[in-house]
């Protein structure tokens, strides 16, 4: 309990520090640091204390996974704008659906966001087994199909337990 | 003479951004129907502000204002693909059918 306590304060205030950018008065760094007890004090009455109520354990998992999920990103926007100039010949719109592999809730909404953040792609309905997606073009479902995104969130969430 | 450098970095970051806008609005106007639209949409959404938000964040004078530009883009990159899926969830609810190619490959409508 006192570790979660700990890393939220040291969470708010690193977060406090940052956004208001003001480290010299004294008065305001004391006002910060009131502010900061009140919402750790808050957070515990709420009974909300616990593993999630920070990220500090998620950034290794996450720094895992981004730079995958950018790369791939970049090459999605790459495609799309290319699509566009190319008009509405180029596009062969579906709906299509994957099988998820993710146990967790927040395996699969990892999962059904990275989809979607990847241009080309959007998630419309997701499922205890499956997710259904729209896609823009064939190619773009058999990139979901290989399972690479599939596997690295996978990963993920494995990396969170 | 790292003020220029970062200067270039920054400027290129910030028109190939620019770029990408405009090109998700043309395809906002250009593609068929409103999943395809989202689709272009989403160039705006993801690495059109990821490069303006990195630019800007190169001509950030303090660290406060860099960390702000970082947050804003954590949060665009976590809000941005909720709210295109709540779009298209929507839609799909409501049964509207995606724009398909036409069998003989020509397209049905414009």
Not at chain 1, 8 to 23: A, H, K, P, Q, R
Not at chain 1, 56 to 85: C, E, K, S, T
Not at chain 1, 140 to 155: F, I, P, Y
Not at chain 2, 54 to 64: E, F, K, R, V
Request: overall charge positive; some cysteine; aromatic content about 8%.
């Amino acid at each position: 309990m006192s570790r979660y306590v700990f890393s939220l304060t040291l969470l708010l205030t690193i977060v406090w520090l940052l956004f208001s950018g003001m480290w010299t008065y004294v008065i305001i760094l004391s006002l910060g640091a009131a502010s900061v007890l009140v919402t750790v004090w808050l957070v515990g009455r709420m009974n909300l204390l616990g593993r999630d109520s920070e990220a500090f354990h998620m950034l290794p998992a996450a720094l895992r996974y981004w730079p995958w999920l950018m790369g791939q990103i970049v090459l999605a926007n790459l495609d799309v704008a290319r699509r566009i100039f190319r008009g509405p010949a180029s596009i062969d719109p579906r709906i299509a659906r994957v099988r998820t592999l993710q146990q967790t809730h927040v395996g699969r909404t990892i999962m059904a966001n990275s989809i979607t953040l990847t241009p080309g792609t959007v998630t419309l309905k997701v499922t205890e087994q499956e997710i259904e997606y729209y896609a823009l073009t064939a190619e773009a479902v058999e990139d979901l199909e290989t399972g690479e995104m599939n596997r690295r969130s996978l990963r993920f969430e494995e990396d969170l337990s | 003479m790292i003020g220029v450098v970062l200067d270039i970095l920054s400027w290129s970051l910030l028109m190939s951004g620019s770029a990408l806008l405009v090109i998700g609005g043309i395809g906002l106007i250009r593609m068929p129907d409103f999943y395809s639209r989202i689709q272009a949409a989403g160039l705006t959404d993801t690495l059109c502000s990821i490069l303006i938000l990195l630019g800007l964040t190169l001509q950030a004078d303090s660290i406060p204002l860099a960390a702000k530009l970082l947050f804003t883009l954590a949060f665009l990159l976590f809000t941005g693909p909720t709210a295109a899926h709540a779009l298209a969830k929507a839609a799909r609810h409501d049964g509207l059918e995606p724009w398909r190619r036409a069998p003989g490959g020509a397209s049905s409508k414009r």
